[in-house]
């Protein structure tokens, strides 16, 4: 069974914020949220994680609940660059392992 | 900004032949990864290596895989002797530490098997 369900794809105008949201309702206390994307067949790029509070660095932010059976990616200003598959991932720490799921295709548009 | 390097970007081979896939993580990272991804497919984890031996291994990864460090720069996937169903595009990635918020992947090296 999935541990996380995304929408299949969205779209977004370009400057606008871009809001992803990711399903985990079954995320345990010590597994922590990873988002990842993928442009065009290209190899992943992290973009960011945390556990249980919101982050933000210089691509986005993380909007975890308080319950944290979902979160939220925000890419605040997004660019046709944004353009791609965006990956949330829930796992525990420790093993370093990647496991993706299908992931939401984000397409901004001009 | 530091990168992985993937060599060669793609590579075309015959069934039943070897290929190996080289990589050359950033150098002061010390772990490493292999993904990858049939077209149209998921992202599928591969093998971590770590300390110059595999640290964790996929059921995908069977004995017709192995990995290689030989020198201090360079990570290499073989493949002993490949199958159509082997075409897929394979990611390097590496990580200066254990998580998986610090991975940088390459830009991959798409196989086809012939």
């Known amino acids: 069974d999935a541990k996380t369900t995304q929408p299949t794809s969205m779209d977004c105008a370009e400057g606008r914020a871009a809001n992803l949201p990711c399903n985990h309702s079954?995320?345990?206390?010590?597994?922590?949220v990873y988002w990842y994307r993928q442009i065009h067949s290209q190899g992943p790029q992290y973009i960011i994680h945390?556990?249980?509070n919101n982050e933000t660095n210089e691509m986005a932010s993380l909007i975890i609940t308080e319950d944290r059976k979902s979160s939220t990616l925000i890419l605040p200003h997004a660019t046709l660059r944004d353009t791609a598959v965006y990956y949330c991932?829930?796992?525990?720490?420790?093993?370093?392992?990647?496991?993706f799921g299908k992931g939401t295709k984000l397409t901004v548009n001009p | 900004e530091p990168e992985v390097t993937q060599t060669p970007s793609h590579q075309v081979t015959q069934m039943g032949q070897e290929v190996i896939l080289r990589c050359v993580p950033i150098s002061n990272h010390l772990y490493f990864y292999w993904y990858r991804q049939i077209l149209g497919q998921k992202v599928e984890f591969l093998v971590s290596f770590y300390n110059n031996e595999i640290s964790e291994k996929s059921e995908i990864f069977d004995d017709q895989f192995s990995v290689e460090r030989p020198d201090g720069s360079n990570f290499t996937l073989k493949i002993r002797s490949t199958k159509l169903e082997d075409s897929a595009m394979y990611f390097c990635?590496?990580?200066?530490?254990?998580?998986?918020?610090?991975?940088?992947f390459g830009s991959g090296t798409r196989l086809t098997v012939v």
């Open positions: 990635a590496s990580s200066q530490r254990q998580g998986r918020d610090g991975y940088t």
């Open positions: 991932i829930v796992e525990q720490g420790g093993s370093e392992k990647l496991v």
């Open positions: 945390g556990l249980k």
């Open positions: 079954t995320i345990s206390g010590n597994e922590y």
